[in-house]
Nanobody, 121 residues
Framework: VQLQASGGGLVQTGGSLRLSCAASGRIFSSSVMAWFRQAPGKEREFVALIRWSRESTYYADSVKGRFTISRDNHKNTLYLQMNSLKPEDTAVYYC???????????????WGQGTQVTVSS
């Protein structure tokens, strides 16, 4: 499986962006897809995840109520709708595929290349 993330950019505080992650190859119904992010000088952190088959989702507290993760089975694509963006959301955002429903990045074995999101104040 290869993952291709896109949709990042520069946005003002309070603005919105939608990230996409196109997957080549089959995504099994048992798979879990997630978004992580890494800000300059910080470790990569969990943002949101979704179970591919049942759309059950889980969010980091820092983005809950502002970000929405979703997927389109037919297009084999993962999304992250980001609203009410804050400067602290500035980071490189990565999509990832794993098989366990958890937030530990070490349980994700396929990663996209990352897309930069910059929120100006």
């Amino acid at each position: 499986v290869q993952l291709q993330a896109s949709g990042g950019g520069l946005v003002q505080t309070g603005g919105s962006l939608r990230l996409s992650c196109a997957a080549s190859g089959r995504i099994f119904s048992s798979s879990v897809m997630a978004w992580f992010r890494q800000a300059p000088g910080k470790e990569r952190e969990f943002v949101a995840l979704i179970r591919w088959s049942r759309e059950s989702t889980y969010y980091a507290d820092s983005v809950k109520g502002r970000f929405t993760i979703s997927r389109d089975n037919h297009k084999n694509t993962l999304y992250l709708q980001m609203n009410s963006l804050k400067p602290e959301d500035t980071a490189v955002y990565y999509c990832a595929k794993g098989s366990r429903y958890n937030t530990d990045q070490h349980d994700y074995d396929y990663w996209g290349q990352g897309t930069q999101v910059t929120v100006s104040s």
